[in-house]
């Protein structure tokens, strides 16, 4: 586990990544990653991958086409 802070710029919050972390993620400044909520409300943050990217955007259609549906299951 590694510890980070978040810290204040402007009107934002900021988290930085340190090189192990950037690493990890195989990723460097300017790429773009994903951060993804999970059941247990964990944050799961991941290299910008083209698949994910695309399966998440159809999943965002069908959600948004389903909304009334998915509610009531719920």
């Known amino acids: 586990m590694i510890e980070t802070k978040i810290r204040k710029v402007g009107n934002s919050a900021v988290m930085t990544l340190t090189g ?6 195989d990723a460097k400044a300017g790429d773009s990653l994903f951060v993804v ?3 247990d409300g964990s944050l ?3 290299a910008h991958d083209p698949s994910v ?3 998440l955007a159809a999943a965002e259609l069908v959600m948004d086409e389903n909304r009334d549906l998915l ?4």
């Open 20 to 25: 192990e972390m950037l690493a990890m993620l």
């Open 37 to 39: 909520r999970g059941d």
């Open 44 to 46: 799961r943050i991941m």
């Open 53 to 55: 990217a695309e399966a």
């Open 71 to 74: 509610a009531a299951l719920a």
